[in-house]
């Protein structure tokens, strides 16, 4: 009997333990994992202020950082984007006050709006982070401050899951944000096949955390398959490789 091709899925995690579990999860999901990293870390040695009257943290990787470089947050209330990051923040002995009921900014914003007004408030984050938070707590009346921890970059080695789009051989993609879509595209620019990747997506299925994320791939000319109501990388693997399936191409 022959034996059934696997799925072959991209996923875009930094090339650290993320990307290992992207690649172990995809595995046992019957999946052939294509690890692509499209984000790297570069941090700034900058660490939150101390003096907010409350403290944003937006990432696990943020929290490293901060844990790393000796941040206290003092009296601060401490907030969480969502729950890895909330985890992230208790793993390393921080108290977690605040995390949304939705996991996103405008879901953090809303959730502090009614409480912030005349506070000052210390958004600690990389560097492409979305101005829904600041801009919406500002609307609300605090005084934000952001402090940039690490900076997104992408690596000069990424491109294969272009590549293989360009080829008409990549089953599904996972993007987890706005960012890897558009270093995605810079890669597949720089070999000169955007246009041959783009169409190669239009193939397969492509999953998005989150309703920018998918903005941001469709603006780009790119369909969008699964965006999942939890915004973690598990659900979006598990959604994808489910509905790429039935129409795996022969």
Do not use: Q
Request: glycine share 8%; hydrophobic share 45%; proline share 6%.
């Amino acid at each position: 009997m022959r034996e059934e091709p696997r799925l072959r899925v991209a996923a875009f995690r930094p090339d650290d333990e993320r990307l290992a579990a992207a690649v172990e999860l995809l595995d046992s999901l019957g999946a052939d994992p294509v690890p692509d990293p499209m984000l790297a870390v570069e941090p700034t040695d900058n660490s939150p202020r101390s003096d907010a009257d409350y403290v944003v943290l937006t990432s696990k990787t943020g929290v490293g950082l901060a844990a790393d470089a000796g941040w206290s947050p003092g009296e601060a209330t401490v907030c969480a984007i969502g729950d890895a990051t909330a985890a992230a923040l208790r793993e390393a002995d921080y108290t977690v006050d605040v995390v949304p009921e939705e996991f996103s900014s405008a879901g953090l914003v809303r959730r502090l709006e009614a409480e912030v007004a005349g506070a000052r408030v210390e958004v600690a984050r990389s560097d492409h982070g979305s101005a829904v938070l600041t801009d919406g707590l500002e609307a609300a009346g605090a005084y934000v401050h952001e402090t940039v921890l690490y900076r997104l970059v992408r690596p000069p080695e990424s491109g294969e899951s272009a590549e293989l789009a360009a080829a008409g051989e990549l089953d599904a993609a996972l993007f987890t944000s706005s960012l890897t879509v558009r270093h995605f595209l810079a890669a597949a620019e720089e070999r000169g096949i955007r246009e041959a990747a783009v169409a190669g997506l239009r193939d397969a299925t492509v999953g998005t955390i989150g309703n920018p994320t998918k903005e941001t791939a469709e603006n780009a000319g790119i369909s969008v398959d699964i965006v999942p109501e939890r915004a973690d990388f598990e659900t979006l693997a598990c959604e994808t490789v489910e509905a790429a399936a039935p129409t795996h191409r022969e």
